[in-house]
């Protein structure tokens, strides 16, 4: 169980949405579609990335919802007509996350028929659940995902910041490049410490 409460998880979503709109506005992009689940802590993110980017980059973004395993075909569609430079897909929050990973990998199947534009930045929740590593099992989403600037924002737990990183996709391994790098303050790295490591963090 976690050890923060329901209202410092969506604060810890503000938090980390501030940092990724920040780094989003960094990679020179200025159309961003944020595509995330029907559900209260991905829409906060999504939310709070969607701010920052709007503020540091005075670009355009929208948001895209996602009903699981409803309408991943008809959001991927819409994707694709706005045309955005890059797509961050915000899967995670408090619905089960083998849900969010199917629904996941049905919009990257969707995409990949569609053939929606743009980089994709993927968030560190489904990516570390394997997401990605699903998706390319098949064949046509591996060779369309092949084609673009894929990225990821990971966590350094002990290092106290937040990792951009390019995703390199070679048959069927997936490495990591780092990009960029930001330090997070010491109430964001102990909110997440709390809450995806399950522990306490002492600041000397």
Do not use: W
């Not at 990679?27 to 999504?46: D, T």
């Not at 600037?149 to 996709?169: A, P, Q, S």
């Amino acid at each position: 169980m976690a050890l923060t409460t329901f209202e410092e998880e969506i604060y810890l979503r503000v938090l980390t949405g501030r940092l990724v709109g920040k780094a989003i506005a960094d990679l020179g992009i200025n159309k961003l579609a944020v595509v995330a689940p029907k559900n209260i802590i991905c829409s906060s993110i999504a939310a709070a990335t969607e701010a920052t980017f709007l503020d540091l980059s005075g670009g355009v973004t929208y948001h895209f919802m996602v009903e699981l395993g409803k309408n991943e075909e008809e959001v991927a569609r819409r994707v694709k007509e706005f045309g955005a430079q890059a797509v961050l897909l915000q899967f995670g929050g408090e619905s089960p996350i083998e849900e969010v990973k199917k629904s996941f990998v049905k919009f990257l199947k969707e995409a990949a028929k569609a053939g929606v534009p743009g980089a994709f930045i993927f968030h560190v929740r489904i990516f570390a659940a394997g997401g990605v590593a699903e998706a390319i099992k098949d064949g046509e989403v591996r060779e369309y995902l092949s084609s673009k600037d894929l990225y990821v924002y990971t966590v350094g737990f002990d290092e106290g910041k937040v990792y951009v990183n390019k995703v390199v996709l070679e048959g069927g391994e997936i490495k990591l490049e780092k990009v960029t790098e930001y330090h997070v303050t010491l109430e964001h790295a102990d909110l997440l410490n709390r809450s995806l490591k399950n522990r306490k963090v002492t600041f000397q």
